[in-house]
């Protein structure tokens, strides 16, 4: 039985791996079918130029039309420089697609070199070119015919005030904008509707036009003869205050009447005793109209108007001529009143004024943050650096490429007389900020014998530069540093207390040191910045992100 049975195990792993190697191989066959699908090929059409000549280098991808291609980006084809990327040529049959781009690449110095492979992902699975060696040729120039001159010496270029211009230009054409709508809105002569221009005129012939709008008004048809009564009495109380300078809009009716009587005794108002009885009786009937809403016939309520209209001429008539100095009294108090409505629409404006700004302010304190909108108004030197017109160059030899916000000037470097026999050329550009610790200075290094460069010494001789320059307490890290184009490179950075240039003060601020070479050369990066200052870092992040170094001298 236990033979049997040892039989019947190994005939069922038998059959197990012969259906796992079954699986395993349709497996492979599936894949190398799914990868025969898709081709990848790149050619270029020359292998030797001259310097400065291009190299159409073209790569080919055949696969199914569902697929998706990812085609090479950016400086991958370093240590030659891609000049231009063409559109990608699409070409399709059927299910299948072709694509095609096109490259231009360049090389600026002499030697041999290699491009590299380029990897293409189709479905996010690599597919990898060919290797290419190309020959960048000298130029060849007869000395004898073509003239040789020395190399120019540096240009002071005025700085340009473009930006300046611009951003004045900006805030003078919002505050034009601003005055305009705050004039248009409240300090223009408005035209004047009907309610200002019958104000405007003369108490007496405002208070006849207002009774032949009652006249015509809709109020006794409407049968809303309170509303007509109390209107009729408001026109003729008002006269009678503006022209009489009788308080009568707040006496009673026996007041009133009082009032009048006693200006008649004493002369300033000549009216008979049969005008202010007509008067007295129309007042009456009004108060019963409005407190005991009487309602007489519609042609009394016509006649009690008629009654108002002679009233009022009356006692036009009865008052006194004015004097010259009641007229030049009355001229004075217009003027005044106007002055006084100017001033009110001037103070509303500015309040207005102010409240836009205040509000803009705050919005964009809010906003932007409080640090921010100050920099921006009051300004900032890293932060004027940050958002100026940046340069993107290369420098020395070998070269360095990298992008600053200001170009980076020579700098004449003499050598220890130690030093000569072991350095064969050394090329420094940098820049300075007259303003804060900013600084960027490259170095390119080629030595007299073609060995590996050792970065330990000139980056201990570069920090023994600081402290002679007076800078304390320096902490030093190290850590691996990449390019865009994957170029290894040692990175040294750290902060410390630094001297302030044309003082004695000590400022807490930041370093970065870049390093890089091959064989006979060596490329170095500095930069010192301000410490807590945000926009130096962000300048700083972004001329790292732009660091590019050649690979061999």
């Not at 991958?76 to 299948?96: G, H, Q």
């Not at 003239?147 to 002071?156: Q, T």
């Not at 200006?263 to 000549?270: F, I, N, P, Q, R």
């Not at 964009?364 to 160059?393: A, M, Q, R």
Request: charged fraction near 25%.
């Amino acid at each position: 039985m236990r033979v049997v049975g040892f039989k019947l195990i190994i005939q069922g792993h038998t059959r197990l791996i012969s259906r796992g190697l079954t699986f395993a191989f349709f497996l492979l066959s599936f894949v190398s079918f799914a990868q025969a699908q898709s081709t990848v090929k790149a050619n270029i059409d020359s292998t030797s130029i001259k310097i400065g000549e291009q190299i159409q280098y073209k790569i080919t991808v055949e696969t199914d039309s569902l697929n998706i291609v990812y085609f090479p980006e950016d400086q991958t084809f370093s240590p030659l420089e891609m000049v231009e990327a063409l559109k990608i040529d699409t070409t399709k049959n059927k299910d299948r697609i072709t694509l095609q781009r096109i490259y231009a690449l360049t090389q600026f110095d002499s030697g041999a070199y290699t491009i590299p492979p380029q990897r293409i992902a189709i479905n996010e699975e690599p597919f990898f070119t060919d290797s290419f060696q190309i020959k960048v040729a000298d130029v060849v120039v007869d000395t004898t015919k073509q003239k040789m001159f020395d190399i120019k010496p540096l240009i002071e270029v005025e700085k340009s005030n473009a930006k300046l211009f611009k951003t004045l230009l900006w805030i003078f054409l919002g505050l034009l904008f601003i005055g305009g709508l705050v004039y248009w809105l409240f300090l223009r002569k408005k035209p004047l509707t009907e309610e200002e221009k019958v104000a405007l005129l003369p108490p007496f012939d405002r208070a006849l036009l207002q009774l032949k709008e009652l006249e015509n008004s809709r109020y006794l048809i409407q049968d809303e003869y309170k509303k007509y009564y109390s209107e009729l009495t408001d026109i003729v109380r008002s006269y009678l205050e503006e022209d009489v300078h009788v308080s009568a809009l707040e006496s009673t009716t026996d007041q009133l009447i009082e009032k009048l009587e006693l200006l008649k005794d004493a002369g300033e108002l000549t009216l008979d005793e049969s005008t202010i009885d007509q008067f007295k009786k129309v007042l009456r009937t009004a108060d019963l109209v409005k407190f005991a809403k009487s309602k007489p016939p519609t042609s009394v309520a016509e006649q009690d108007r008629k009654l108002v209209e002679d009233i009022v001429v009356k006692t036009k008539e009865a008052l006194p001529e004015p004097t010259v100095e009641d007229l030049l009294q009355n001229e004075e108090y217009l003027e005044e009143l106007a002055k006084k409505k100017q001033r009110k629409r001037i103070y509303l404006a500015a309040a207005i004024f102010a409240g836009i700004l205040f509000i803009g302010a705050t919005s964009s304190i809010v906003y932007y943050g409080f640090s921010e909108v100050k920099d921006t108004v009051l300004g900032h030197p890293t932060k004027e650096l940050l958002e100026s017109e940046w340069v993107h160059s290369t420098y020395g030899y070998p070269p360095i490429d990298i992008a600053t916000p200001k170009v980076l000037l020579r700098q004449e470097i003499k050598l220890p007389e130690e030093l000569k026999a072991e350095i064969a050329d050394l090329q420094a550009f940098g820049y300075r900020s007259s303003l804060g610790l900013f600084t960027v200075m490259t170095t390119s290094t080629t030595f007299a014998e073609a060995n590996e460069p050792d970065f330990e010494k000139p980056i201990e001789q570069l920090l023994q530069s600081f402290e002679k320059q007076g800078a304390k307490n320096i902490i030093t890290k190290q850590e691996e540093f990449f390019t865009n184009a994957g170029v290894k490179g040692l990175k040294t950075f750290g902060s410390g207390k630094f001297k302030v240039p044309e003082s004695s003060d000590l400022i807490k601020g930041k370093y970065a040191i870049l390093s890089f070479g091959g064989k006979g050369f060596m490329q170095q990066i500095v930069i010192t910045w301000l410490d807590d200052d945000k926009y130096a870092e962000k300048i700083v992040e972004r001329v790292l992100t732009s660091v590019d170094v050649k690979t061999q001298s």
